[in-house]
């Protein structure tokens, strides 16, 4: 069974920074398809920012030059930078992950692996 543990979520103010962190179990994280999903109220749930496991980083443009996608293999943790956060930001926020090598696109359906969320909120 493969777990993912989200950390690092918090408030902050526009233009501001935070790093999340999603912790896997199991799997090697640098083996497969890891994504980062947001979901704010009454929206639904959006990708933000994916990795493959040749390392491939893909970004939708809400997020692009902004978020930054990273991972340490030796720690099987995946992490996103968010820079110059702005208050369109604030939501929960998810680490994916599906057993494939190249991830599929942003239809959460086609993630297996889901962390229990993290709140992110930014204030104007």
């Known amino acids: 069974q493969v777990q993912l543990v989200e950390s690092g979520g918090g408030s902050v103010q526009a233009g501001g920074s935070l790093k999340l962190s999603c912790a896997a179990s199991?799997?090697?994280?640098?083996?497969?398809?890891m994504a980062w999903f947001r979901q704010a109220p009454g929206k639904e749930r959006e990708g933000v920012a994916r990795?493959?496991?040749?390392?491939?980083?893909i970004y939708t443009d809400s997020v692009k030059g902004r978020f930054i996608i990273s991972r340490d293999n030796a720690k099987n943790t995946l992490y996103r930078q968010m820079n110059s956060l702005k208050p369109e930001d604030t939501a929960v926020y998810y680490c994916?992950?599906?057993?494939?090598?190249?991830?599929?696109?942003?239809?959460?359906?086609?993630?297996?692996?889901w962390g229990q969320g993290t709140q992110v909120t930014v204030s104007s």
């Open positions: 990795m493959n496991g040749d390392g491939t980083r």
């Open positions: 199991v799997i090697a994280s640098s083996a497969y398809c």
């Open positions: 994916a992950a599906t057993l494939v090598w190249s991830c599929l696109g942003w239809d959460p359906n086609k993630y297996d692996y």
